[in-house]
């Protein structure tokens, strides 16, 4: 049968680590790392691999000596969790070790502005519009873990090219267990890219914080400090990406923004797998936005509620690569809403015939745990080889169950890689498609996902089988507490080409993106929190991976500048991969205003003034409506007024209450305050013969204003806000 090209795009390390040597119902992996050491033992076992990145969850304090005496390398630890290279031919080693309690080696996440600036009000920010200053993120790191980075363009340089604004660049070779870390800006500058075929990080970036303005595309927060950490994605690496951020920002004493525009389907969407809880720590140190993912307009996600008259319901996979269910590659995974135990049985139907060909045993609750089929000529070690299966497919299915100890729901998956042999209806679908029927007590619950990649579920218009919805279709990695979620809104529909024409979309503009994942969670949240322009954003492409390209492509570009015999390209890109990193850059703004905000914080001020025109109120991909930087600062600077004090080593400015400030100067004989407008009129003028003088403010208009203090020491400037 053919071999996917593309397997290195789900499982791949973890496939290739547990191939060698190992037993394959480790109870410490979840079941989708199981079944992949079963799917490509065989035809991955070749490979050169040194290390694997793993997350790792201790269950006692010796674990760390244990690791160290197996040559594991140990990259950050947060309490009980590590991010960890393990040597390949140590792996079966450290499964074996009594206090580890889980690890997670799962697949890649996939990547998932002019417009899109005044849309949000970010320009009135940018350029001081009534504000008492003007705000670029100066003084706030921002970070992105992601791929295919170029630090030279021209989007990340400082004036006249040079010198590149990246304060820290890390790259990660998963497979050698290495890291590239870079500060020295000649060091950065030597630097081509992590992945010339790809530019996604690059995009990303400059949304972010892109500082070239001459066209007009610079990124919402220009003047913060830059982190780039790049990797193949698995989660160990992407989590250690942003670890580097962190301790950059803490090295020198600023607030940080952590943007993830990556996505994954698979999983709990209850943020209880190991990934999440580990970004929830993280979160305590930083604003973590990630992308509310781009499968929102698929039919991936099937709810089911069992009871005395639905006692079973079934789906078909079809797959995204054929559209015709000729290439099935991927998985299903499905979840009770708690403990209580379900059970699947797979089908195979002959579209042609409308018969059921084939039903395997019910694998799950008190029954079967594991099973697998294959075609006899797949190579694959299965639990059965079947002539019905061999006739209408090459390949295998793979289908595992457990208790999940860290949430307690009982979970199913099933893993398949197998090709249907015989078309029909003119040669263009599949003849034969398999089916997962699913099975549960009344008053069980099963939510089901399938990958979101490569396969989505459909009924084929067959009694008691289900098309797949949206809902639900919120990226698993974006279900933790401590994080902030971004869906998408349409930011422009055309944009401009280096040929001189003009690109045109089918949507319209200030709308919600159809594609923006959403979904209620099992405890009740309902996610994203709100949108950001994503759809369509103008941003820079790395250098690296324009020059692979012909001419047509370079053409189809946004726009393009010369300086100094470089030509630099932006281009026009889609999804929440773009409005993820654009929340970041506003966040960043209003840290800039007050650098103690906490998620929290930022997540409910956002979700409080979001703007509401052309807002859909039942679309729940809107969330609480679309960013409103301005209206987000204001909410800011009014929040970090209220009885608080403002000092410097010379004066105190305290709120003793809504119309009273009183303005303090330590070692005045005479103290005059003058207070001026965002506009820049003076209001009001008071002096005193003395250190301090109180202001009855109630006249004044809500609002920011600046408040010039002259003592005999000399003159300040403050910065106060009137409610």
């Not at 309690?101 to 009534?130: E, I, K, T, W, Y």
């Not at 279900?479 to 869906?487: E, M, P, R």
């Not at 991909?621 to 007024?641: M, P, T």
Request: hydrophobic share 35%.
């Amino acid at each position: 049968m053919r071999k996917y090209n593309h397997l290195i795009s789900v499982l791949m390390m973890l496939i290739i680590a547990l191939s060698c040597n190992s037993a394959w119902s480790q109870p410490k992996l979840d079941l989708l790392s199981r079944q992949a050491i079963k799917m490509h033992s065989a035809e991955l076992s070749t490979q050169n691999i040194k290390y694997y990145p793993v997350i790792i969850k201790t269950a006692n304090d010796s674990s760390l000596t244990q690791l160290d005496s197996l040559g594991v390398e140990i990259m950050h630890q947060r309490d009980e969790f590590l991010l960890a290279f393990i040597p390949a031919d140590k792996l079966d080693a450290v499964n074996e070790l009594n206090s580890i309690s889980r690890m997670s080696m799962r697949q890649m996440s996939m990547p998932v502005m002019d417009h899109a600036r005044s849309m949000s009000n970010v320009d009135a920010l940018n350029n001081g519009v009534n504000l008492p200053e003007a705000y670029d993120g100066e003084g706030v790191v921002v970070g992105i873990t992601d791929i295919g980075f170029d630090p030279n363009h021209i989007n990340f340089l400082d004036a006249h090219a040079r010198p590149s604004r990246i304060k820290r660049l890390v790259n990660y070779i998963d497979t050698l267990g290495r890291i590239d870390r870079l500060s020295d800006v000649e060091d950065i500058s030597q630097w081509d890219t992590d992945r010339a075929n790809n530019f996604h990080a690059t995009h990303v970036a400059g949304i972010l914080s892109g500082s070239y303005s001459a066209q007009g595309y610079q990124g919402v927060a220009p003047a913060a400090d830059l982190v780039v950490a790049t990797s193949d994605l698995y989660d160990a690496t992407i989590l250690a990406g942003v670890e580097e951020i962190v301790d950059y920002a803490k090295s020198v004493n600023s607030p940080a923004v952590v943007n993830m525009s990556i996505g994954s389907y698979s999983g709990p969407h209850d943020g209880s797998d190991l990934f999440c809880q580990y970004l929830d720590k993280i979160g305590e140190d930083a604003i973590v936005c990630i992308s509310a993912g781009n499968t929102g307009h698929r039919q991936n996600v099937i709810s089911t509620s069992f009871s005395d008259t639905k006692k079973q319901e079934g789906t078909f996979i079809f797959d995204y690569k054929s559209w015709a269910g000729l290439q099935l590659y991927g998985h299903v995974d499905m979840w009770s809403a708690d403990s209580r135990e379900f059970q699947v049985q797979l089908c195979i139907y002959d579209n042609v015939d409308s018969v059921f060909l084939y039903n395997s045993p019910s694998i799950g609750a008190s029954g079967l745990q594991s099973w697998s089929i294959s075609s006899h000529d797949s190579g694959y070690e299965t639990d059965e080889y079947n002539d019905i299966f061999t006739r209408c497919f090459s390949g295998a299915v793979f289908v595992d169950a457990e208790l999940n100890e860290e949430n307690n729901r009982y979970n199913i998956t099933v893993s398949y890689e197998a090709d249907c042999l015989e078309k029909y209806h003119n040669d263009l679908y599949a003849r034969y498609v398999i089916g997962i029927i699913i099975k549960g007590n009344p008053g069980v619950k099963v939510d089901t996902y399938s990958d979101g990649i490569y396969t989505y579920l459909v009924s084929r218009g067959v009694e008691g089988f289900v098309t797949g919805q949206s809902d639900g279709s919120i990226s698993n990695i974006a279900c933790g507490q401590n994080v902030v979620v971004v869906g998408s809104s349409n930011s422009r529909n055309t944009t401009p080409r280096v040929d001189g024409t003009i690109k045109n979309y089918n949507f319209t503009v200030g709308g919600v993106s159809n594609y923006s994942g959403y979904g209620t969670l099992v405890d009740g949240r309902v996610l994203p929190h709100f949108c950001a322009p994503g759809n369509m954003i103008v941003s820079s492409v790395s250098t690296p991976f324009i020059e692979s390209q012909s001419d047509d492509y370079k053409n189809s570009m946004a726009t393009k500048v010369s300086v100094d015999g470089k030509d630099y390209y932006w281009m026009s890109e889609c999804g929440t991969s773009m409005s993820s990193p654009f929340a970041a850059g506003v966040f960043a703004l209003w840290l800039q205003a007050d650098a103690s905000l906490t998620v929290n914080d930022v997540r409910e001020i956002a979700s409080l003034t979001a703007s509401k025109s052309n807002v859909d109120a039942s679309d729940p991909r809107w969330g609480a409506g679309n960013i409103d930087a301005f209206a987000g600062l204001k909410e800011v600077l009014k929040r970090a007024s209220i009885n608080s004090v403002e000092h410097d080593e010379t004066d105190v400015v305290t709120y003793l209450n809504n119309d009273q400030i009183q303005f303090s100067s330590i070692g005045a004989e005479t103290i005059v305050v003058n207070l001026y407008s965002a506009d820049g009129r003076l209001v009001m003028n008071r002096h005193e013969s003395n250190d301090s003088l109180i202001i009855d403010v109630s006249m004044l208009n809500s609002g920011v204003y600046l408040a010039e203090i002259i003592t005999n020491t000399g003159r300040r400037v403050h910065r106060i806000v009137v409610r």
